[in-house]
């Protein structure tokens, strides 16, 4: 079955900074399939990127996703204080539909 | 926009059938696939399965043996039923409107703000 394992488990940035989060897959995936979620504590995951690249609505354009193949990627281009929350990568497919997420903790 | 709500016993003893309901509002239940996805405490998400409007389902090769999702469009909701629950079923159970074209995409767009079942005697 595919895996996806994201790196790295927690990114320690300032406001400002850009982030970089990786979700790896264990085989190619069909990167239609790809997308990526915000969960802040005690709320439900919100969609961000969708189709790899595909940002959902209203989600702001700091916010990017690229990749194709094995290799994720989703970028934060300069971090606000809301963005500091746990991101999740997720792909259709197998029984692990969704990575074991990345924290993204204030430095 | 779509709001879903999730409904249904907090707490369920051991061996016992966890049954929860999710509400869709502001939405048809049709002409979408609806899916249930949980996240024990402290952990990631896992998804369960889906279903479409017209009652064809596709479950988690995890969960296969022991689940059921049920469509009722006439009151535009959507069940779960998880057989023979352990203490490992403790999780905060999510429903989600899934979008799906196969071969284009798989995501989840619309979430409820999800429920903690609790398994324990």
């Known amino acids: 079955e595919i895996v996806l394992t994201q790196s790295p488990g927690t990114l320690s940035l300032s406001p400002g900074e850009r982030a970089t989060l990786s979700c790896r897959a264990s085989q190619i995936i069909n990167s239609g399939y790809l997308a990526w979620y915000q969960q802040k504590s005690g709320q439900a995951p919100r969609l961000l990127i969708y189709?790899?690249?595909s940002r959902a609505t209203g989600i702001p354009d700091r916010f990017s996703g690229s990749g194709s193949g094995t290799d994720f990627t989703l970028s934060i281009s300069r971090l606000e204080p809301e963005d500091f929350a746990v991101y999740y990568c997720?792909?259709?497919?197998?029984?692990?539909?969704f990575g074991q997420g990345t924290k993204v903790e204030i430095k | 926009q779509v709001q879903l709500q999730e409904s249904g016993p907090g707490l369920v003893k051991p061996s016992e059938t966890l049954s929860l309901t999710c509400t869709v509002s502001?939405?048809?239940?049709?002409?979408?696939?609806w899916s249930w996805i949980r996240q024990p405490p402290g952990k990631g998400l896992e998804w369960i399965g889906y279903?479409?409007?017209?009652?064809?389902?596709n479950y988690s090769p995890s969960f296969k043996s022991r689940v059921t999702i049920s469509v009722d469009t006439s009151k535009n909701q959507f069940s779960l039923k998880l057989s023979s629950v352990t203490a490992a079923d403790t999780a905060v159970y999510y429903c989600?409107?899934?979008?799906?074209?196969?071969?284009?995409?798989?995501?989840?767009?619309?979430w409820g703000q999800g429920t903690l079942v609790t398994v324990s005697s």
């Open positions: 989600a409107r899934t979008n799906i074209l196969t071969g284009y995409y798989f995501y989840f767009d619309y």
């Open positions: 189709g790899a690249s």
């Open positions: 279903i479409y409007y017209t009652g064809s389902t």
């Open positions: 997720q792909q259709y497919g197998s029984s692990r539909t």
């Open positions: 502001s939405g048809s239940i049709s002409d979408y696939y």
